[in-house]
């Protein structure tokens, strides 16, 4: 291996929330793709991947499930069906894998950021402005589309916080520059949406750090604040080398990074924000970022719960990892969109797996077996124009992957290993190995051609092996090829594979499916694993009911409302000054900002329990509650009406 021919590609490092579903695997997949071909042609590869464990959606759903945030991540990261797991069913050959809870990131982030805050990158002020939950994200009101977050389409809260802000402002020139002057972004078309949605309308300084929840890594100089997760995240990429810790110590070998492969919906933070704290940092700037398209599912956005035609494990188990893996890659461009369906992967198994690869090795070892008794006879080369086209396609092709591969052009490349693969199936029908096996005299032309064959068997074998690795053993297996004639140096040979090479028709590697029959069972499969979602019907229960003198226990009075102002540093407080005819004004903390503002319930007629224990909130005291309507919404939001009675009614009456 030549030392100076080092490669260090990485994929995004994923939210641990969810189970994966199979459009998480197609980054991973290709960023294996690419590790492997580089591998195979003689590159020193670093392949990072890993997990991005921080942030209030994880808090929240390991509060949903009852167990710290930590043991909610561990358990999806290693646990049975976890991200592990499936790198491990996808044949992933990633060389690290870091979690962002791990010490040695925790403590590098930490070193980072005060880094640029001695610096005077990163300094304290005041956010105000719109956060989506779900993305994590902060938007300024500019920045939102009509009025929901641009990111996902949902909805965004108010915020305010104290909070340290990295200046990025700073870094808009150079990064305008980066985007349009280098070949930084690809695919080129991103460049334009970066520059043009959030460059020009000025670069505005970022919000790096959270009061309001605790899974984060804390910002040690600055108790009670935690890093923004997108600067824990996007480091990564240094420290899982050993930037800032002792961990590792790759760093000075493989950063910067050749490529990040990520999805075009995070391009804005690998393309914008990254560069400029890399800046920041003085430190090199990957050489390139690939911000590829996503795979959907019916046209829109897959998600787990769109059922289990996306689980990875059920299409393994199905269909075969290899077929997967060759489907994500060939179905469409790795910059654009693309739709899944199980119609088009059982068509791709067909056509090009079934009909085309597999048949060629099936025939081809077939009739070396049985007109040759597995091993072909060494006999001098007899050339015939009958051979041009398919030993020229064969010979060039090497180079044209190439070309292909190293644009990231997974489909071209696997297209032009198709063109031979037809073209050789093509080359048996019009030799007609079964006429020639007829006649005595033909042996050696007999010979020629299935030699031929199976050395276009084997290049397109070492060409396919980055997307079929395991597909790839088996058929050098059935060829007779030993190691020597798998590498990259051997593709690009004619000629190589010894004549009378053992050949054995090994298994059939893709067998055909029924597509029909499939389908129906697929549907059968689905509507199964709904109907064992659907929660059983609840057992009708038995009223729990309470005596007369439990109900008279409780104290309802009308109330007028004398002053009503919000409470500081509180989202949701309403402090409320009442009247509730006892001639001393009550004290009443409610929290139903989110639905009204104070103005419009200052002199209504509300209903207030009166002999609540007082409780103390953010620093005041509350004595009693308001009665509200309150009601579940099934997607878990609230709605929520203040009970309000006829103003004509006095202060002071008790409900009964
Ligand atoms: N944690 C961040 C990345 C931080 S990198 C410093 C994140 N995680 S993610 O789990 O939501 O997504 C990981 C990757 O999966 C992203 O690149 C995303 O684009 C990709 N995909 C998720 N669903 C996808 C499809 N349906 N199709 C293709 N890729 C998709 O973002």
Known sequence: MNPDKKFYITTPIYYPSDKLHIGH??????????????????????????????????????????VSPKEYVDRIVEGPQGVKDLWKLMNISNDRFIRTTDDYHVAAIQKIFKAMYDKGDIYKGKYVGKYCKPCESFWTESQLKDGKCPDCGREVQDAEEEAYFFRLSKYADRIQHLLEDTDFL?????????????????????????????????????????????IDALFNYTTALGFMNDKHNDYDKYWPADVHFIGKEIVRFHSIIWPAMLMSMDMPLPKKVFGHGWLLLDGGKMSKSKGNVVDPYLLAERYGVDA????????????????????????????????????????????????????????????????????????GLRDVYEEQMEH????????????????????????KPWLLAKDETQKARLAQVLYNLLECVRISAVLLTPFMPDTCEKIFGQIGAGEELRTWDSAGQWGLLPMDAAVNKGENLFPRIDAAKELEELAALEAAAKAAAEPAPEEPKAPEYITIDDFNKVHFVTAKILACEPVKKSKKLLRFTLDCGEGTPRQILSGIHEYYEPEELVGKTVVACTNLAPRKMMGLESNGMLISAVKEEPDGSEKLHLIMLDDKVPAGYGLC
């Not at 048949?359 to 007899?382: C, Q």
């Not at 997974?410 to 019009?430: C, H, P, S, T």
Request: charged share 25%.
């Open 25 to 66: 695997a197609y980054c991973t997949v290709a960023t294996d793709t690419m590790a492997r071909y580089k591998r195979l042609t003689g590159y020193d590869v670093m392949f990072l991947t890993g997990t991005d464990e921080h942030g209030q959606k994880i808090e929240d759903k390991a509060k949903e499930a009852g």
């Open 186 to 230: 690809e695919p080129r078309s991103r460049v334009n949406e970066m520059v043009n949605n959030f460059i020009k309308p000025g670069l505005e300084d970022l919000c790096v750090s959270r009061t309001s929840f605790k899974w984060g890594i804390p910002v040690d100089f600055d108790p009670g604040h935690v890093v923004y997760v997108w």
């Open 324 to 395: 997967l893996r060759y489907f994500l890659l060939r179905e469409f461009p790795f910059g654009t969109d693309g739709n899944f369906s199980n119609e088009a992967l059982i068509g791709r198994i067909n056509t090009d797996l079934a009909n085309d690869l597999g048949n060629l090795v099936s025939r081809t070892t077939a009739m070396v077996g049985k007109y040759f008794g597995a091993h072909l006879p060494v006999t001098e080369a007899a050339d015939s124009a009958l051979d041009d086209e398919l030993l020229h396609l064969a010979k």
């Open 408 to 431: 990231y052009a997974f489909q071209n490349a696997l297209m032009e290993v198709f063109k031979l693969i037809g073209r050789a199936n093509k080359y048996i029908d019009e030799n």
